[in-house]
DNA sequence: ACTGCGTGGCGTATTACATCA
DNA sequence: CGTGATGTAATACGCCACGCA
């Protein structure tokens, strides 16, 4: 079961600046009447119905310090209006927030709060499909390991009367049935004892879309160095 | 060019509240 | 109806970049 870089990277959202056409041009004094406006106080022409107290009847500052904090549920349409606009950028500048602000009949901090939220979440996603992703890794390294083990167990157990071999680079004797590992690219060479037969195994052979989506995905450097270096 | 300061934006952790099973 | 789990708006705080004197 491969998973995909892209099915990762797809949780990426476009981050297309297609422009904000739909900012409005403010006055400057209009600008700074809606930035002036308290964290908590209700935007003129929001509906009330949205807007949930506390639990705590008195609207005005409490007796145990700061005003009661308010929770608002954002109606689907608002929400609706910023996801839309989150897929279109992730982060927005003062205008594109006043804009946003104005057209959704929030408070400019409102917005602003919801798409750091709005950021967090989705690292938070993303974080958790690429530990979903590392798990199963995790799980098919295991069981390619286990494999290879295995098949060393057999291999080794082929190694019945060792008959001897020369080898070719030192001209000495060799058991007729060897297993060796080559340092840099990890390959497993068995000599048999019919001679000259070898056979090879890489992990990168075993599960080559693993390999790949691995080495691409979480950079894996050693994979990569050990791929390029097949020629051996 | 360097430095200190104020400001604004962002990321992150946490809190507080609403909603639902 | 009370309660715990979950989702999310809002807050707090620290860091960094930038402009300015």
Redesign the pocket.
């Known amino acids: 079961m491969a998973v995909s870089p892209s099915s990762i990277s797809s949780l990426e959202l476009t981050m297309s600046m297609p422009g904000f056409s739909s900012s409005p041009s403010f006055p400057s004094s209009e600008v700074c009447a809606v930035k002036d406006l308290d964290?908590?106080q209700l935007p003129s022409g929001a509906g009330e119905e949205e807007w949930?107290?506390?639990?705590?009847e008195d609207e005005e500052e409490s007796t145990n310090g700061?005003?009661?904090?308010?929770?608002?549920?954002?109606s689907k349409e608002q929400?609706r209006l910023l996801e839309e606009s989150f897929r279109q950028r992730?982060?927005?500048?003062?205008r594109q927030?006043e804009a946003l602000a104005l057209q959704l009949k929030?408070r400019p901090?409102?917005v602003?709060?919801?798409?750091?939220?709005?950021?967090?979440?989705s690292?938070l996603k993303q974080t958790e499909m690429e530990c979903e992703y590392l798990k199963r890794w995790f799980g098919s390294l295991t069981e390619q390991n286990r494999r290879l083990q295995r098949e060393v167990e057999e291999l080794r157990a082929l190694k019945v009367g060792p008959p001897t071999v020369i080898s070719p680079h030192s001209c000495e004797p060799l058991p007729a049935s060897t297993l060796t590992m080559c340092p840099s690219c990890e390959r497993v060479t068995t000599t048999g004892s019919d001679k000259g037969s070898t056979k090879t195994t890489t992990t990168a052979e075993a599960t080559p879309t693993t390999a790949a989506t691995l080495s691409s995905k979480v950079g894996a450097p050693a994979l990569q160095s050990r791929q390029s270096s097949a020629a051996c």
């Open positions: 964290i908590n949930i107290t506390a639990g705590m700061g005003p009661p904090r308010k929770k608002l549920r954002l929400s992730h982060t927005l500048n003062p927030k929030l901090r409102q602003e709060v919801w798409f750091q939220n709005r950021r967090a979440r690292k």
